[in-house]
């Protein structure tokens, strides 16, 4: 079982960046054993994957739309994925979640949201003009 927490949502401008983490409570399975990552869902739209990270933090996917501009990383004795945001553009405004999934191997992450198992409560980002 895993719960996570995210936090560090806000309001910035266009251009600025932000970093969100997420702590993960863990119980049964270690960490380490978990693939994290991070989705987001504008109003009105489907929640889509932004970035994920394996077990190991040696596989790392991004969207095409963030790629170039954000950054996501693990500690794993502090249960923590933190997802860097730069350069930040009115169209990344959205409610972001933190997700987990278990792994059974170093795999690359999934952008399916239906291939994560456990989801944050989301952090809003909202990007002004």
């Known amino acids: 079982q895993v719960q996570p927490v995210e936090s560090g949502g806000g309001l910035v401008q266009a251009g600025g960046s932000l970093r969100l983490s997420c702590t993960a409570s863990v119980s049964g399975y270690s960490f380490d054993r978990y693939a994290m990552g991070w989705f987001r869902q504008a109003p009105g739209k489907e929640r889509e994957f932004v970035a994920g990270?394996?077990?190991?933090?040696?596989?790392?996917a991004y969207s095409d739309s963030v790629k170039g501009r954000f950054t996501i990383s693990r500690v794993g004795a502090e249960n923590t994925v933190t997802v860097d945001m730069n350069s930040l553009k009115l169209e990344d405004t959205a409610v972001y979640y933190c997700?987990?999934?278990?792994?059974?191997?170093?795999?690359?992450?999934?952008?399916?949201?239906?291939?994560?198992?456990?989801w944050g409560r989301g952090t809003q980002v909202t990007v002004s003009a």
């Open positions: 990270i394996s077990r190991s933090g040696r596989a790392i």
């Open positions: 997700a987990a999934t278990f792994a059974s191997w170093d795999k690359r992450p999934a952008s399916s949201p239906t291939e994560w198992s456990y």
